[in-house]
């Protein structure tokens, strides 16, 4: 906002505690103000020069600071739980502005308790944040305002969130083991042909005679580390910061996100991870009562893939005709025809909820299991492929070796 400084502040509490922070007001007046809805008593107010010199936040593209699903699901927890106990949204913003650990997220919690404040409902202040709180959370707190259910749809939303963050622990931890082991063995790879490979050519050209054909290859291998070292770091370094910045458009989704599905095995599971997290969504936006034409968009939205999203456009758009939901979505080849005939016999019974939410289950036990067996396939043969990389370098660096005697006659 125009004219907004940051001010350090020191206050009293009601015990007697002094506490000190910063705030962004447009006046000293204001932080006044602030400080006494906070409950506390102003003893010294400055103005904070964070914004020059070496206070100033850089700006990398591609490094910039952003907010964990983790700290999201317990904001989300802890505000759900104030407000259930009978605490102001006012207070209870100002409150989460103050404790929140993660920084980002304070200072976007600051911006909408102004916001707030100035009279702007909770959820448009939100929305002034689409990055950093995601549509789903937004129109469900919308609901939850509307029909005077606050509390309850910022459970529902935090239960979410935990039950995403746990899904990505699971398949962070069980990949966690042969990632290191990978790259631990790329860097002994590296060590070798930059290091060990040189000496023992310089030891083969006093033998004079041609080295062996694998033993030559790895040597232009090594010449080659040079130039190709450095390049093949400048490539994946700039294929990284471009793909942050350009992963969530809609020409590199439309080409990259089938393509997921097609995979080998690591195909399948992320097609049940976008199906639990697409039931999931889905199941918490009816329960919080948002209509079912917005929940199909902004469920389509946060699957994180575009195959479904624009799956269930087409599922909307006939939705919108007047058809029920399982109809048009079993014309969709990448609804499995068990999540399609749930949903119909949840449709007929009124339960739509309450099957969705099992369906996310099911799939989301289903991607616990396939991930502890991917685990336990991908560590023998990661190992065994490592072992013949490696083995096979250690052979043709020794070969020659073998044929001293005949290259000293």
Same mark, same amino acid.
């Given at each position: 906002?125009?004219g907004?400084?940051?001010?350090?502040?020191?206050?009293?509490?009601?015990?007697?505690?002094?506490?000190?922070?910063?705030?962004?007001?447009?006046?000293? *007046?204001?932080?006044?103000?602030r400080?006494?809805?906070?409950? @506390?008593?102003?003893?010294?107010?400055?103005?904070?020069?964070?914004?020059?010199?070496?206070?100033?936040?850089?700006?990398?593209?591609?490094?910039?600071?952003?907010?964990? @699903?983790?700290?999201?699901?317990?904001? /989300?927890?802890?505000?759900?739980?104030?407000? &259930?106990?009978?605490?102001?949204?006012?207070?209870?913003?100002?409150? +989460?502005?103050?404790? /929140?650990?993660?920084?980002?997220?304070?200072?976007?919690?600051?911006?909408?308790?102004?916001?707030?404040? =100035?009279g702007?409902?909770?959820?448009?202040?939100?929305?002034?944040?689409?990055?950093?709180?995601?549509?789903?959370?937004?129109?469900?707190?919308?609901? &939850?305002?509307?029909? *005077?259910? @606050? =509390?309850?749809? @910022?459970?529902?939303?935090?239960?979410?969130?935990e039950?995403?963050?746990?899904?990505?622990?699971?398949?962070?931890?069980?990949?966690?083991?042969?990632?290191?082991?990978?790259?631990?063995?790329?860097?002994?790879?590296?060590?070798?042909?930059?290091?060990?490979?040189?000496?023992?050519?310089?030891?083969?050209? !006093? +033998?004079?005679?041609?080295?062996?054909?694998?033993?030559?290859?790895?040597?232009?291998?090594?010449?080659?580390?040079?130039?190709?070292?450095?390049?093949?770091?400048?490539?994946?370094i700039?294929?990284?910061? $471009? $793909?942050?910045?350009?992963?969530?458009?809609?020409?590199?989704?439309?080409?990259?996100?089938?393509?997921?599905?097609?995979?080998?095995?690591? *195909?399948?599971?992320?097609?049940?991870?976008?199906?639990?997290r697409?039931?999931?969504?889905?199941?918490?936006?009816?329960?919080?009562?948002?209509?079912?034409?917005?929940?199909?968009?902004?469920?389509?939205?946060?699957?994180?893939?575009?195959?479904?999203?624009?799956?269930?456009?087409?599922?909307?758009?006939?939705?919108?005709?007047?058809?029920?939901?399982?109809?048009?979505?079993?014309?969709?080849?990448?609804?499995?025809?068990?999540?399609?005939?749930?949903?119909a016999?949840?449709? =007929?019974?009124?339960?739509?909820?309450?099957?969705?939410?099992?369906?996310?289950?099911?799939? =989301?036990?289903?991607?616990?299991?396939?991930?502890?067996?991917?685990?336990?396939?991908?560590?023998p043969?990661?190992? !065994?492929?490592? !072992? %013949?990389?490696?083995?096979?370098?250690? %052979?043709?660096?020794?070969?020659?070796?073998?044929?001293?005697?005949?290259?000293?006659?």
């Amino acid at each position: 906002m125009a004219g907004v400084m940051t001010y350090a502040y020191s206050g009293r509490t009601s015990a007697g505690k002094v506490v000190k922070g910063q705030l962004d007001a447009p006046s000293e *007046g204001a932080v006044v103000s602030r400080l006494r809805t906070m409950g @506390l008593t102003p003893i010294a107010i400055d103005q904070a020069n964070a914004g020059t010199g070496l206070n100033r936040e850089l700006s990398i593209p591609g490094f910039q600071k952003v907010v964990k @699903l983790k700290d999201l699901s317990i904001m /989300t927890r802890q505000m759900a739980t104030m407000i &259930g106990s009978g605490l102001s949204l006012l207070r209870t913003l100002n409150i +989460l502005s103050e404790q /929140t650990e993660s920084k980002k997220l304070a200072e976007i919690m600051k911006a909408v308790r102004d916001d707030v404040e =100035d009279g702007t409902s909770l959820s448009v202040a939100m929305a002034k944040h689409p990055v950093d709180f995601p549509p789903l959370m937004i129109s469900m707190i919308r609901a &939850g305002e509307t029909g *005077g259910f @606050l =509390d309850s749809a @910022l459970e529902a939303i935090a239960t979410n969130f935990e039950k995403e963050n746990k899904l990505r622990s699971t398949i962070k931890s069980a990949m966690t083991y042969p990632i290191a082991v990978l790259i631990m063995s790329l860097l002994a790879v590296i060590i070798m042909l930059v290091f060990i490979v040189p000496i023992f050519q310089k030891m083969f050209e !006093g +033998l004079g005679g041609s080295l062996p054909v694998p033993t030559q290859i790895l040597v232009n291998v090594s010449h080659s580390m040079v130039w190709l070292g450095p390049l093949l770091a400048v490539l994946i370094i700039g294929f990284w910061l $471009w $793909w942050r910045t350009n992963k969530n458009t809609e020409r590199v989704r439309k080409f990259v996100d089938p393509w997921k599905f097609r995979l080998p095995v690591f *195909g399948t599971l992320m097609k049940k991870i976008a199906i639990a997290r697409f039931a999931r969504n889905f199941s918490n936006m009816i329960g919080a009562g948002v209509p079912i034409l917005q929940a199909l968009r902004i469920v389509g939205e946060t699957s994180g893939n575009w195959v479904i999203e624009n799956a269930l456009n087409d599922v909307g758009e006939s939705v919108r005709r007047g058809e029920s939901i399982a109809k048009p979505m079993a014309e969709q080849a990448v609804f499995p025809p068990m999540v399609v005939q749930m949903i119909a016999v949840g449709e =007929d019974a009124g339960s739509l909820e309450t099957m969705l939410e099992k369906i996310g289950a099911f799939y =989301d036990q289903e991607v616990e299991a396939m991930t502890e067996s991917l685990t336990s396939l991908i560590e023998p043969l990661l190992i !065994g492929f490592l !072992g %013949v990389v490696i083995g096979g370098m250690v %052979v043709a660096l020794y070969m020659p070796i073998f044929q001293i005697a005949t290259l000293v006659k």
